[in-house]
């Protein structure tokens, strides 16, 4: 619980940084909302009517008293109105955020459910040609960027089925379970693709480690089922590594796969990121980001969290 308490205690001051940095970055991109909403028109506003517009926006004042309004709002969980979808910010984010976890959670799902038995096939067989077969399907995944896996996806199945995938939608689950899937599954397919072959070698690597123990040689020469030794002795006490590297993705993929949701064609909170950097709409880039830092955070402290459940010996109080 002091461990809890200290973790908690941080975020504020975490956020606090975070907002100061993207607040910052986000006014260093050259042009404005203003530019960037008109477009060539707005060459075309006299000094009153930008003045006005200024206002509006909230732009019209110093950094530090903009950043003084919007984190004054942000503390009574205001973070603005959005100046391309012209809503609270919020609203936007959570709008977008169920489709991105969505897809975090399948490409996560897939990922362990192919990496994970086969570091452990791996490992088991260490040095063997099907062994030698793992390892190399593994640095194909980890080498081949995810931009690549998407549009082989889509060009054989166009091409080879004449079937295109689903893109530009996107149906909640307990609106429309399959059509849901439906949508995201290739998706997730090309996201779990790179991540599975980073579990399998993670996962074999702490097997080899495990299995070369003293208490694992002794429930062999004891007569414990080969089985019962790799799952249920060996495998806990190697998925640390594992849980450590799919905390870090899985709160990346939170952050939103910039570049699979714009392959195909993703409302997600990525992608929406993407456009208001684009647009300039300073207050969703703000909001976003303190938002994607915020579930990164509790992500971390889970995986921190969940140590403790594989392993008593740790004591998160020491570190």
């Known amino acids: 619980m002091n461990y809890l308490t200290r973790r908690l205690v941080t975020f504020p001051l975490v956020m606090l940084g975070v907002s100061i940095l993207v607040f910052i970055s986000i006014r260093l991109v050259p042009g404005d909302a203003i530019t960037a909403m008109l477009g060539t028109e707005a ?7 930008r003045a006005a517009l200024e206002a509006y926006f909230g732009i019209d004042q110093g950094w530090l008293v903009q950043y003084g309004r919007w ?3 942000a503390m009574q969980g ?100 399959l059509q849901n899937l439906g949508q995201l599954i290739l998706p997730a397919i090309t996201l779990g693709f790179a ?26 020469s004891k007569g414990v089922p080969a089985l019962s030794v790799i799952w249920r002795h060996a495998l806990p006490n190697a998925l640390i590594p594992v849980v450590t590297l799919s ?14 949701e714009q392959i195909f064609a993703l409302p997600g909170l990525g ?3 993407l456009d208001a950097i684009l647009q300039r709409d300073y207050a969703l880039v703000q909001g976003s980001v303190l938002f994607i830092a915020l579930n990164f955070m509790i992500v971390n402290l889970i995986v921190d969290l969940t140590y403790v459940m594989l392993d008593p010996r740790i004591r998160l109080g020491d570190r």
């Open 43 to 49: 060459g075309l506003l006299t000094p009153d009517q």
């Open 195 to 220: 991540f599975a072959a980073s579990v399998t070698r993670i996962a074999r690597s702490a097997m080899l480690d495990v299995l070369s123990e003293d208490y694992v040689r002794t429930a062999r």
């Open 71 to 73: 984190l004054t709002g």
């Open 271 to 273: 992608r929406m990121v």
């Open 247 to 260: 905390g870090v993705e899985f709160g990346y993929l939170l952050g939103g796969a910039v570049i699979v």
């Open 78 to 177: 205001d973070l603005g109105i959005s100046v391309t979808y012209g809503k609270p910010v919020l609203d936007v984010i959570l709008e977008r955020f169920p489709l991105t976890l969505e897809l975090a959670l399948l490409s996560m799902a897939i990922a362990l459910l192919v990496g994970l038995p086969a570091g452990v096939f791996a490992a088991t067989r260490n040095e063997r040609p099907s062994d030698l077969i793992v390892r190399v399907f593994a640095m194909i995944g980890q080498s081949t960027p995810n931009f690549v896996v998407g549009l082989l996806i889509i060009f054989i199945l166009s091409v080879g089925f004449g079937v295109l995938p689903v893109m530009g939608a996107f149906t909640p689950f307990f609106v429309d379970p």
